[in-house]
């Protein structure tokens, strides 16, 4: 599966952003995890939320729960990340990753749990 991360820039805190990440090569099925992460300057990678394919059930960071929406478009084998409110902590080149039934499920939340990777998009949020 390839992944192709989009919508990352600059944003000011307050506002809002919506990042894309678009699965290509094998269709997405039902068992699959999408997930995203996050690189800030100087730390390491962290999990922000992924979604189930099937039943499109969610997790978020305790960072983030509340202002960011993971959702997803079958049609389009795309998954979403709406981030509302953004603040300038936000700040961090974002990944998108899949979990194509390779990984156990209770590995989600870790850089482990997915087999796939998209290149990155920044998103920077000024103050």
């Known amino acids: 599966v390839q992944l192709q991360a989009s919508g990352g820039g600059l944003v000011q805190a307050g506002g809002s952003l919506r990042l894309s990440c678009a699965a290509s090569?094998?269709?997405?099925?039902?068992?699959?995890?999408m997930g995203w992460f996050r690189q800030a300057p100087g730390k390491e990678r962290e999990w922000v939320a992924h979604l189930r394919w099937r039943g499109g059930l969610t997790a978020y960071a305790d960072s983030v729960k509340g202002r960011f929406t993971i959702s997803r478009e079958n049609a389009k084998n795309t998954v979403y990340l709406q981030m509302d409110d953004v603040k300038p902590e936000d700040t961090a080149v974002y990944y998108c990753?899949?979990?194509?039934?390779?990984?156990?499920?209770?590995?989600?939340?870790?850089?482990?749990?997915?087999?796939?990777w998209g290149q990155g998009t920044l998103v920077t949020v000024s103050s």
């Open positions: 990753a899949v979990n194509s039934g390779s990984r156990p499920l209770v590995w989600s939340r870790e850089e482990n749990g997915y087999d796939s």
């Open positions: 090569g094998r269709t997405v099925i039902s068992n699959f995890v």
